[in-house]
C-alpha cells in the first residue's frame, strides 16, 4: 500500500498544484488530519508491559 501510495502521490500533488495550491494544501491538511485522528483512535500504550505468552492471559 505504501509503495501505490509513494507511486502516485507526487503526480496527484503536480495535478493538484496545476489545478490551484491552496486545493493542493487543503487536501494534504485534511490527510494530515486524518492521520491524527487514525492514531488517536489507537489501543492503550503498552511499552513497559510485559508481553503475554499465551492469549488467554490477555
Known amino acids: 500500500m505504501t ?3 509513494g507511486a502516485l502521490a507526487p503526480t496527484r ?3 493538484l498544484l496545476g489545478i490551484s495550491i491552496p486545493l493542493a494544501l487543503t487536501v ?3 490527510a494530515y488530519v486524518l492521520s491524527g485522528l487514525a492514531a488517536l483512535s489507537l489501543p492503550y500504550e503498552t511499552k513497559g508491559q ?3 505468552d499465551v ?3 490477555l
Open 3 to 5: 509503495r501505490i501510495a
Open 13 to 15: 500533488c503536480g495535478y
Open 28 to 30: 494534504f491538511a485534511a
Open 50 to 52: 510485559p508481553l503475554a
Open 55 to 57: 492469549v488467554g492471559e
